[in-house]
């Protein structure tokens, strides 16, 4: 067999093994068994109504009484049960003056969309160049899957973002804290971060 047959049979072996179907339309999810690798469990869809299906949460803003300045609201599938299994889900930004989203990643790729205000918004790539710019209400960005990115409100008021994310539950690490929180031992931190024990701590 040439090259150009066995090319074609792996593309269609791909395209059809990367197919997405689902033999139900909806999964809400079902808090009283374990979540698995493949999401929540279903509730029956026989009790089920339409108020399963919306979600009022985003329209109230975050607290940002925190070191960060930032108030984070989450409508991933532990708290809007209905996105489970869906592949999506959707966070409230709200930035203070001179707040900042810590750099961080997560498993999925993200879409930010400015409400109001002015943010500088960036990511690293993997070759450690850096790409960001200055957002203002209108402007959306993506940030790759994995990849480290981050948010500063550089405005004189407050700043309010909306992020969506192909995951219902995206998974989020923040760098410093996952640096700072763990128990490793801080001679092991101090080779791997170049960051003495004062700093750490």
Partial sequence: ???SKVFI???LFVSFSSATTSVIDFCVADFNFPVTPAGYPCRN???LTVDDFAFSGLGVAGNTTN???VGLTEAFDNTF???NGLGLSMARLDIGVGGVVPIHSHR???VILVIEGTIIAGFIGSDNTAYFKTLNKGDIMIF???LLHFQVNVGDVPALAFVSLNSANPGFQFTTASLAANDLPTEIIRKI????AAQRT
């Fill in 1 to 3: 067999m040439d090259l």
């Fill in 193 to 196: 971060t170049l960051l003495d």
């Fill in 108 to 110: 999925v790729s993200e």
């Fill in 144 to 146: 790759p899957h994995t």
């Fill in 67 to 69: 070191i960060f300045n």
């Fill in 9 to 11: 049979i792996f593309s």
């Fill in 81 to 83: 049960p209905a996105l």
């Fill in 45 to 47: 869809p026989a009790n």
